[in-house]
């Protein structure tokens, strides 16, 4: 459960992120002062950094929490506490389908938009 939490805080956090750095990056387009957008280059830099450490740490806690249910599951089925196993093998199928559905994520969003919309106009 800690590597869930953190991890959905952590996204919270790097979207917040990728908000403001659209609007930097918007923003630096109009710049004509070196200075400036050396400025906004280094934060852009540092952004793309930080995106490539969250995304790293971010999987390997992933990895760790797979192998930790694991044992949790091999430990619940040894003691016969199969309730609990079953759970277990539940909540880790749930979120390697979450993973692969990861991708799929933004255009199912947009067709359930694109299909509220055309119903909004009849």
């Known amino acids: 459960m800690r590597c869930i939490w953190l991890t959905a805080v952590l996204g919270l956090l790097a979207g917040v992120s990728c908000m403001f750095a659209d609007e930097v990056s918007d923003a630096a387009k109009t ?23 969250f995304d790293s740490r971010a999987e390997a806690a992933r990895k760790q929490l797979f192998v930790e249910l694991e044992a949790a599951q091999a430990k619940a089925t ?33 067709s359930a938009f694109t299909a509220r919309m055309s119903v909004g106009w009849m």
């Open 31 to 53: 710049l004509k002062r070196q200075d400036a957008r050396r400025a906004v280059n280094a934060y852009e830099e540092t952004v793309k950094n930080a995106r490539a450490n």
């Open 78 to 110: 040894k003691e016969n506490q199969l309730d609990e196993a079953v759970t277990i093998r539940e909540l880790r199928k749930s979120l390697q389908e979450k993973r692969s559905a990861a991708g799929r994520s933004e255009i199912q969003i947009i």
